[in-house]
């Protein structure tokens, strides 16, 4: 016993010690690999894009559809929906993103997950935060979409809960990062059918027991990077709504959009 509480403390004096020198060799890697912009390559000043890319980023703004966030084509008014939300509603009641899914966001969205740009999360985040500031405004819990543990583990990190993480630090509104669960590890959702992949997370989500307080009663905010389909959302949604959740509004970093549509 004793032995282990030495080691411990060792193990303690030692990252203390080399905290230091583990800043100086970060600082020192910046200056001799500048950071590259996700989308060229260039090198930036900063984190994010260069102005060149950031030029050609589509930002969503009104006039879009108040329930589903599909931007439109022209200002119809208030309350005006899209075809979509009025023929094929979701479980979840609002969806908003800050920007469409184009090479650009693809660019970023793919650089955060598989190229372990960390660095972009809290730019997309703030970003994020802006576009979805009516959603915030009053949620109580904000529930990243999770990973099973098999792509958590081999991926390292869930970049559904980085981006939460910069929304809760910009808006004030508490994660919740055990609140949902994907309890069945389903196949990715590239190539298939919009049949194919609601049938793919069919029962793929569940609030587990311990975490149902944190979810019954309460407005949500489900986050995640990319809304292409809706599915993996959607099912999301139907299991904290089963969980005894208020309401469950979705807020994503980019957003497939076919066309810009007409109002309904």
Not at 2 to 26: G, H, M, T
Not at 67 to 94: C, K, M, N, W
Not at 130 to 138: C, W
Request: with cysteine; proline share 6%.
């Amino acid at each position: 016993m004793q032995e282990a509480i030495a080691k411990s403390v060792n193990a303690a004096r030692l990252a203390r010690v080399a905290a230091p020198f583990r800043a100086v060799f970060r600082r020192a890697l910046d200056v001799a690999l500048p950071t590259l912009c996700p989308a060229c390559r260039e090198p930036v000043g900063g984190n994010g894009l260069c102005a060149p890319c950031w030029s050609k980023l589509s930002l969503i703004a009104p006039p879009y559809c108040e329930r589903l966030g599909i931007p439109f084509a022209y200002d119809p008014g208030p309350g005006v929906l899209s075809l979509q939300a009025i023929t094929d509603p979701p479980a979840y009641h609002r969806a908003r993103a800050a920007v469409r899914y184009d090479d650009i966001a693809r660019a970023l969205v793919h650089a955060l997950k598989y190229g372990d740009r960390l660095d972009l999360a809290p730019t997309m985040g703030r970003w994020m935060a802006r576009a979805g500031r009516e959603l915030l405004t009053g949620a109580d819990v904000l529930v990243p979409v999770p990973l099973h543990w098999r792509r958590l583990w081999a991926r390292r990190f869930n970049q559904s809960a980085l981006l939460a993480k910069t929304i809760a630090e910009e808006s004030g509104v508490a994660v919740a990062g055990a609140a949902l669960k994907r309890v069945k590890a389903t196949a990715q959702q590239v190539g298939l059918s919009q049949a194919e992949r609601a049938q793919n997370v069919q029962g793929a989500f569940r609030v587990p027991t311990e975490c149902k307080a944190e979810v019954a009663g309460r407005r949500l905010v489900l986050i995640d990077d990319v809304l292409t389909s809706g599915a993996t959302s959607d099912a999301c949604a139907r299991a904290l709504l089963r969980a005894g959740a208020r309401s469950v509004d979705l807020l994503v970093f980019a957003r497939v959009v076919d066309a810009v549509q007409a109002p309904i």
